[in-house]
T-cell receptor
Framework: RKEVEQDPGPFNVPEGATVAFNCTYSNSASQSFFWYRQDCRKEPKLLMS???SGNEDGRFTAQLNRASQYISLLIRDSKLSDSATYLC????????????FGPGTRLSVLP | NAGVTQTPKFRVLKTGQSMTLLCAQD?????MYWYRQDPGMGLRLIHYSVGEGTTAKGEVPDGYNVSRLKKQNFLLGLESAAPSQTSVYFCASNQAGLYNEQFFGPGTRLTVL
């Protein structure tokens, strides 16, 4: 089993739609969690950190379920500019300082 | 504040040639990383460093060497390039602390013929 798994995608949604991505992780000792966004042929950039109580940033909401070891990202009122690949990132706290990246879920928002 | 920069942006090598990729960060970050990204594979960690003068192997270290002689620089070397090393290479850095995000450089696109 991979350390971090994501919905395979791609997701093709119309503008204005709500879309949700799921991510599961295998290391129960993981301590910190992030969603990154990667545009085509560009570097990943932080979209938002994921906190235990869940957090929201504008149209984006992230949730963490430690018991089930999954993380979700909800995008409301999708914009064309949201088209990108979304990477789930998990950081184990019991060794080193390494980040573990999921394979990504590609989103295309269609006009 | 340039963040994380990488040199070069593009490179084409012939099998067996060597080259060095340079990563520089101006954020005074302790930790630096080299990843490769291949279609359908996601980001894979090659080597990383938790401080000046220290390096460690990641998930896919074979065929690569690294050095961190200065805190702000992290070099990735390919001694004898192989076609399997054709990839996009990203450097990243972050400040010490479990909840700090990684910042990425713009990437180097390497083709080995």
């Amino acid at each position: 089993r991979k350390e971090v798994e994501q919905d395979p995608g791609p997701f093709n949604v119309p503008e204005g739609a709500t879309v949700a991505f799921n991510c599961t992780y295998s290391n129960s000792a993981s301590q910190s969690f992030f969603w990154y966004r990667q545009d085509c042929r560009k570097e990943p950039k932080l979209l938002m950190s994921v906190y235990s109580s869940g957090n929201e940033d504008g149209r984006f909401t992230a949730q963490l379920n430690r018991a089930s070891q999954y993380i979700s990202l909800l995008i409301r009122d999708s914009k064309l500019s949201d088209s990108a690949t979304y990477l789930c990132v998990v950081r184990p706290g019991n060794y080193g300082q390494n980040f573990v990246f999921g394979p990504g879920t590609r989103l295309s928002v269609l006009p | 504040n340039a963040g994380v920069t990488q040199t070069p942006k593009f490179r084409v090598l012939k099998t067996g040639q060597s080259m060095t990729l340079l990563c520089a960060q101006d954020m005074n970050h302790e930790y630096m990383y080299w990843y490769r990204q291949d279609p359908g594979m996601g980001l894979r960690l090659i080597h990383y460093s938790v401080g000046e003068g220290t390096t460690a192997k990641g998930e896919v270290p074979d065929g690569y060497n690294v050095s961190r002689l200065k805190k702000q620089n992290f070099l990735l070397g390919l001694e004898s390039a192989a076609p399997s090393q054709t990839s996009v290479y990203f450097c990243a850095s972050n400040q010490a602390g479990l909840y700090n995000e990684q910042f990425f450089g713009p990437g180097t696109r390497l083709t080995v013929l």
